[in-house]
């Protein structure tokens, strides 16, 4: 069970950080958006080890991906906020880190972002 929260409503230039808490360890997560109108893409993710981690051309050098393996928990710091990135956001747990959403077993529920310009 994946829970993601942090979410929120934020100006452009701003920063927000959402978490993703998993019930049990995962060997990669990752996070995903969907903003209305548009199809589920990838964010960003990391492994078990956080020695491998992947980002979309879209967010890379604004957005960093950590966790917290004692408490099972995944961060995406949001930094240099943009309108375009508005969407709602998923965590996702899977075997292989890919930017695929099929390859991910698990989803967290989502957490809204909106940022305003």
């Known amino acids: 069970q994946l829970q993601a929260s942090g979410g929120g409503l934020v100006q452009a230039g701003g920063s927000l950080r959402l978490s993703c808490a998993a019930s049990?360890?995962?060997?990669?997560m990752g996070w995903f958006r969907q903003a209305p109108g548009k199809e589920r893409e990838f964010v960003a993710g990391?492994?078990?080890?956080?020695?491998?981690?992947r980002f979309s051309d879209s967010v890379k050098g604004r957005f960093t991906v950590s966790r917290d393996n004692a408490k099972n928990t995944v961060y995406l710091q949001m930094n240099s906020l943009k309108p375009e990135d508005t969407a709602v956001y998923h965590c996702?747990?899977?075997?292989?880190?890919?930017?695929?959403?099929?390859?991910?077993?698990?989803w967290g529920q989502g957490t809204e972002v909106t940022v305003s310009s």
């Open positions: 990391l492994t078990w080890s956080g020695s491998s981690t």
């Open positions: 996702a747990a899977g075997p292989s880190l890919t930017t695929m959403f099929r390859t991910y077993d698990f």
């Open positions: 049990a360890r995962t060997l990669v």
